[in-house]
Structures are given as structure tokens and as C-alpha cells.
């Protein structure tokens, strides 16, 4: 590691020893006792791996000083060097671990998500992937025990779905699925294709983390909220009374409906989460955007308009073109299965790329 990295690590300890005093003290008021308190548990953990790594230097140091003493029997040097030779592998680790720790973490991983999954170019068979995808996330939510919350599904009648959305909530969720905005593109033959020719379409995925009313403020004069009547597929009325609504965020056009419950109540709360959680994820892309505005990460901006994933089934093929990786194994991956080393493959990438900047 490098001589300013290594000072890091010196300012790092030192802030810790500070934290520990000032919270012993008993004299921090209970807003200052609060953060320091939780400084102090978010950084304990690279702290107890520095101490590791010097414990690790020093038994290298240890080695090294009796390699070089020609007084070292052969016996003790035979022994000494295969410590050495297994030390090596572990300083490299416990560097590589301390490195991680370093990044700059996004305060939205802990975050639940909205999950918003629109058919796009492809009409019916677009709407039928839409709904596979759309599933397939559930799934892989029951897989790892979280809560997965149906907000809203239009579906088009005939097993497609035009657009649905989902409250996700769970250990690490937004960390695990932000990597999945963007535009998935399908490639398959259509169940009403006779020619048997592979047809392209695409669906829309969005994750958004869920905003808590602390993380965005909203006054209720920036908001136009209509109210109308809910209608099902083709039109068809679902109830007769005004339930459906409509908000419009006005300082930043965002607009959100909701319609899925009878009671206008529960429409408005749930749009008000989504609308939260939207203005929330605009701000965070913001201040992303002027942060990197001279460097991009590999696994791309997240934008939705960006093509990240292609599904071929005939090859049983998926490939995740922001880190060119293919899988032959889309049928588990569909089923939620598989979508765990997908994840992990980005995630490490983006450490990778993110590892770089504090080498």
C-alpha cells in the first residue's frame, strides 16, 4: 500500500481513539452522542482490520529479521519460510479487505427499494417479458427473505403486463438491486409466431431506493393532486367513486399515479412513497452526476434508457453487456435462482473499478 493510504489508516485509528474519549466523557449532548455513536460503530470495523494487517506486518517483520540472521538453524529457516510464503497470501488479503472498507459508502444501500418494471418496444411480447422480469424479482425475494409488496400491476389481458411496481424491503436490498435499472432486451421465438423467426423487445427496469420522509422534504404547495375514477383493462370500470389518484411533484414535474386500491386514502399514501422515493433516487443522480462528471463507472450510470442485459432464450443465453459477461444459464436465472452471481459479478466489478481510486 501507499505511503498516503498508510496515513489514512493512521487518521482513521486516531479518530476512533477521539470518538471513544469523547463519548466516554459524558459531556456530548444527545444529537452528538447519537452521530458519534454511530461513527464510531461504522468505522470499528476497518479499524479491528487495520490492527489485523499491523499484526500481520509485524509477524512478517519478525520473519524477514530471522531469515537473515545466518545464526537460524535450517530447521527454524524451513519453518520460517513457509510462514512466510503463507503471510504473504494473507497481508494481500487483509489489504485488499481494508480497501473495501475504504470506499465511499452509498447511503442508500441500506435502503428498501420501489421496483417499477414497464413493457417497452415489442408490444404484447414486450408486456409478456415485463412480467417474467417482474416475477422473476419476487422470486428472487422470496429467495433471500425479503418483503416483496405488490403496489400496482396493469396487465394487458392476456398474461403481459404493461407496467407494475413493488415495495421491496429486506437486509441490503437497494445494494443488491440498484445494479438492475436499465433496459432489458429479450430475444425468443413469440408463442404466436409460426414462421418460427426470434423476435427483439424490451422491458424498462427501475429501482429506486425508498425515501423515508427525513431524507425528502416535500411541501404540500408543490403538489397538484388530482383525483378520478379507477378504470380496469379496456376501461372497465373497477369502482364508481373518485379513488384513483394523481400527484404532480411541481418543482420537478415528477408525476405519479396510483389506482390499485378502493380507498383514495390508500392510493394517495402509496403515491406519496413512490413520488418520495423518485424525488429522492433525482437528487442522488444529481450529485452522482457532478461527482463523476470526469470519470464513469464500468457498470454504467444506471439510466434507464441504457441497454444493460440481454435475455436469448433459444441459446438459453444471458449476457450482461456493462460487464460482458455471459451466462448459459437463463432458465435459473429467470427463476431467481441464478441471480445472485449476476449481482455479485457487478458488484464486483464496480468495486474494482471503485478500488482504484483509494490504491
Known amino acids: 500500500m501507499s505511503a498516503t493510504l498508510y496515513e489514512r489508516l493512521d487518521q482513521v485509528v486516531a479518530r476512533q481513539d477521539e470518538l471513544q474519549r469523547e463519548l466516554s466523557a459524558g459531556t456530548l449532548d444527545a444529537g452528538k452522542f447519537t452521530q458519534y455513536s454511530k461513527e464510531y460503530a461504522e468505522i470499528t470495523p476497518l479499524v479491528e482490520a487495520i490492527q489485523c494487517l499491523r499484526a500481520a506486518e509485524r509477524e512478517a517483520a519478525d520473519l524477514d529479521a530471522m531469515l537473515a540472521d545466518p545464526a537460524t538453524d535450517a530447521e527454524m529457516r524451513a519453518m520460517a519460510e513457509q510462514e512466510q510464503f503463507a503471510l504473504k497470501s494473507r497481508l494481500v488479503e487483509l489489504e485488499h479487505n481494508i480497501k473495501l472498507l475504504l470506499l465511499p459508502k452509498d447511503e442508500a444501500d441500506d435502503k428498501n427499494a420501489i421496483l417499477e418494471v414497464r413493457a417497452g418496444t415489442g408490444g404484447e411480447e414486450a408486456a409478456l417479458f415485463a412480467a417474467e422480469l417482474f416475477r422473476m424479482y419476487q422470486r428472487y425475494a422470496d429467495l433471500r427473505r425479503w418483503k416483496f409488496e405488490i403496489m400496482h400491476i396493469s396487465d394487458t389481458g392476456l398474461g403481459g403486463?404493461?407496467?407494475?411496481?413493488?415495495?421491496?424491503?429486506?437486509?441490503?436490498?437497494?445494494?443488491?438491486?440498484?445494479?438492475?435499472?436499465?433496459?432489458?432486451?429479450?430475444?425468443?421465438?413469440?408463442?404466436?409466431?409460426?414462421?418460427?423467426?426470434?423476435?427483439?423487445?424490451?422491458?424498462?427496469?427501475?429501482?429506486?431506493?425508498?425515501?423515508?420522509?427525513?431524507?425528502?422534504?416535500?411541501?404540500?404547495?408543490?403538489?397538484?393532486?388530482?383525483?378520478?375514477?379507477?378504470?380496469?383493462?379496456?376501461?372497465?370500470?373497477?369502482?364508481?367513486?373518485?379513488?384513483a389518484v394523481r400527484i404532480t411533484h411541481l418543482p420537478t414535474g415528477i408525476v405519479v399515479s396510483q389506482q390499485d386500491e378502493k380507498s383514495q386514502h390508500k392510493n394517495k399514501a402509496k403515491a406519496m412513497k413512490v413520488l418520495r422515493s423518485r424525488i429522492y433516487e433525482a437528487e442522488r443522480q444529481r450529485v452522482d452526476d457532478e461527482r463523476s462528471a470526469n470519470r464513469r463507472s464500468q457498470v454504467g450510470s444506471g439510466d434507464r434508457s441504457e441497454r444493460i442485459r440481454t435475455y436469448n432464450f433459444p441459446q438459453n443465453r444471458v449476457t450482461d453487456h456493462r460487464i460482458n459477461l455471459t451466462l448459459y444459464k437463463l432458465d435459473q436465472l429467470i427463476d431467481g435462482q441464478g441471480l445472485d452471481e449476476m449481482i455479485d459479478a457487478l458488484i464486483a466489478d464496480y468495486q474494482a473499478a471503485r478500488l482504484a481510486e483509494v490504491s
Open 161 to 243: 403486463y404493461k407496467d407494475a411496481a413493488a415495495s421491496i424491503s429486506g437486509k441490503a436490498v437497494f445494494a443488491r438491486l440498484k445494479f438492475e435499472s436499465g433496459v432489458h432486451r429479450v430475444q425468443r421465438v413469440p408463442a404466436t409466431e409460426g414462421s418460427g423467426r426470434i423476435h427483439t423487445s424490451a422491458a424498462t427496469v427501475a429501482v429506486l431506493p425508498e425515501a423515508e420522509e427525513v431524507d425528502v422534504k416535500i411541501e404540500d404547495k408543490d403538489l397538484r393532486i388530482d383525483v378520478f375514477r379507477s378504470s380496469g383493462p379496456g376501461g372497465q370500470s373497477v369502482n364508481t367513486t373518485d379513488s
